[in-house]
């Protein structure tokens, strides 16, 4: 893993203080690719910049979305105009109202400025500590870009890159769904093949969405999974389940074992199959062609953070002041001890009960549970199982 770290994002002060109006820069011709620091740190791309002569201040770099983000409370503080009144829908279909914001100049440490550029506002919180934003998919798509994760580069090469040596083509087009291009390369995991978002913002390393996973035959009870759930932007969410796959393969390459995640069938589908992130697509130097909307893709020889899971295998709901087991996981510790799903918790509220059942491999948990009206005491040892 890159030793970079998120100071090295913001530290060219003397960068961020001269900008380059982003049409000048493509107004000009010969020169070298326009360079801004980024680090590949906690499953996410990190990236500084300064908003309206303040700053620098953390963003991600989110080539899931194809709008740039902008957390609400942080856009009012910096009194930044908003247009309120828009809608969007959320990974579970609920919809959400959000305002637009508009800074008048956005600046990264390669020179690069925008003027009057528009963030969606999102719910505080959502983006996590540190962070004030993201940059959606124009950022790389706009004109031919390098993600360099072992030099913690991001390189805009305004002019066109001059060459693609060392690099191999992936099978991948430019989408226009959304205000700016997004990347779907295609992919195969276990058998089944489809077209994925390239997402920087998705730190795992594939998801399936309902259709997909249907076609995928990767659903089934009687293979080890850990029960989740998927959220985005809006307020609704949906089942899913972590599975370890065989194998997902791209551009000639393979990744072993990855964890994948899978919505449940009969949800929400998209336009393409799901999203390739991070722990797959951080092994690669990447770069886009704008001129035939093409992804490359280099080896790096990067292992990306590895995301684990809850080792207790349970899914908890709570309703009425009464905190149910709503899903058990196959394989799982819980699931070896007899825990079912409608067990009824005892012992504490929903997130106390959650950090009960939790922990490292080792944790020895003892859930009291009521189960057709008769109370009983289980106990399981935490462990990985997939």
């Given at each position: 893993?890159?030793?970079?770290?998120?100071?090295?994002?913001?530290?060219?002060?003397?960068?961020?203080?001269?900008?380059?109006?982003?049409?000048?820069?493509?107004?000009?011709?010969?020169?070298?690719?326009?360079?801004?620091?980024?680090?590949?740190?906690?499953?996410?791309?990190?990236?500084?910049?300064?908003?309206?002569?303040?700053?620098?201040?953390?963003?991600?770099?989110?080539?899931?979305?194809?709008?740039?983000?902008?957390?609400?409370?942080?856009?009012?503080?910096?009194?930044?105009?908003?247009?309120?009144?828009?809608?969007?829908?959320?990974?579970?279909?609920?919809?959400?109202?959000?305002?637009?914001?508009?800074?008048?100049?956005?600046?990264?440490?390669?020179?690069?400025?925008?003027?009057?550029?528009?963030?969606?506002?999102?719910?505080?919180?959502?983006?996590?500590?540190?962070?004030?934003?993201?940059?959606?998919?124009?950022?790389?798509?706009?004109?031919?870009?390098?993600?360099?994760?072992?030099?913690?580069?991001?390189?805009?090469?305004?002019?066109?890159?001059?060459?693609?040596?060392?690099?191999?083509?992936?099978?991948?087009?430019?989408?226009?769904?959304?205000?700016?291009?997004?990347?779907?390369?295609?992919?195969?995991?276990?058998?089944?093949?489809?077209?994925?978002?390239?997402?920087?913002?998705?730190?795992?390393?594939?998801?399936?969405?309902?259709?997909?996973t249907a076609k995928s035959g990767l659903w089934d009870d009687s293979r080890p999974y850990v029960p989740t759930e998927a959220r985005g932007f809006g307020a609704a969410g949906i089942p899913t389940r972590l599975v370890r796959a065989e194998k997902l393969s791209f551009g000639g390459h393979a990744i072993e074992r990855p964890l994948v995640s899978l919505s449940a069938p009969g949800t929400i589908s998209h336009e393409t199959a799901g999203l390739i992130g991070l722990e797959a697509i951080g092994r690669f130097h990447l770069t886009t062609r704008v001129s035939d909307g093409s992804l490359w893709i280099a080896p790096n020889g990067l292992t990306p953070r590895a995301?684990?899971?809850?080792?207790?295998?349970?899914?908890?709901?709570?309703?009425?002041?009464?905190?149910?087991?709503?899903?058990?996981?196959?394989?799982?510790?819980?699931?070896?001890?007899?825990?079912?799903?409608?067990?009824?918790?005892?012992?504490?509220?929903?997130?106390?009960?959650?950090?009960?059942?939790?922990?490292?491999?080792?944790?020895?948990?003892?859930?009291?549970?009521?189960?057709?009206?008769?109370?009983?005491?289980?106990?399981?040892?935490?462990?990985?199982?997939?």
């Amino acid at each position: 893993m890159t030793m970079l770290s998120r100071r090295s994002v913001i530290g060219g002060g003397a960068a961020l203080a001269a900008g380059v109006p982003f049409g000048r820069a493509l107004a000009a011709a010969g020169r070298p690719p326009f360079i801004s620091r980024i680090v590949l740190e906690n499953g996410r791309v990190w990236i500084g910049a300064m908003l309206d002569g303040k700053g620098p201040f953390f963003f991600v770099l989110d080539t899931g979305s194809g709008l740039s983000f902008i957390e609400d409370s942080f856009a009012r503080r910096r009194g930044l105009s908003s247009r309120p009144g828009q809608r969007r829908f959320g990974i579970g279909g609920g919809v959400s109202e959000y305002s637009n914001y508009v800074a008048k100049e956005v600046r990264l440490a390669s020179g690069i400025r925008f003027n009057n550029m528009v963030f969606a506002g999102t719910r505080d919180g959502l983006l996590g500590a540190d962070l004030v934003g993201g940059f959606g998919s124009g950022l790389f798509t706009s004109y031919d870009s390098d993600l360099d994760f072992v030099k913690g580069e991001w390189r805009a090469y305004t002019d066109g890159r001059p060459d693609f040596a060392g690099l191999s083509r992936v099978k991948s087009r430019f989408t226009m769904k959304d205000v700016a291009p997004k990347i779907v390369m295609d992919a195969q995991v276990d058998g089944f093949a489809g077209e994925f978002i390239m997402d920087t913002g998705f730190s795992r390393a594939l998801s399936l969405d309902g259709r997909a996973t249907a076609k995928s035959g990767l659903w089934d009870d009687s293979r080890p999974y850990v029960p989740t759930e998927a959220r985005g932007f809006g307020a609704a969410g949906i089942p899913t389940r972590l599975v370890r796959a065989e194998k997902l393969s791209f551009g000639g390459h393979a990744i072993e074992r990855p964890l994948v995640s899978l919505s449940a069938p009969g949800t929400i589908s998209h336009e393409t199959a799901g999203l390739i992130g991070l722990e797959a697509i951080g092994r690669f130097h990447l770069t886009t062609r704008v001129s035939d909307g093409s992804l490359w893709i280099a080896p790096n020889g990067l292992t990306p953070r590895a995301f684990g899971y809850r080792l207790s295998g349970l899914w908890l709901t709570e309703k009425g002041g009464q905190v149910t087991i709503s899903d058990v996981g196959t394989g799982s510790p819980a699931a070896a001890a007899g825990v079912k799903k409608g067990d009824v918790l005892k012992g504490g509220d929903l997130s106390t009960l959650i950090r009960n059942t939790n922990g490292a491999p080792g944790k020895q948990v003892t859930l009291e549970i009521e189960r057709g009206g008769a109370a009983q005491t289980i106990s399981y040892t935490l462990r990985p199982w997939l």
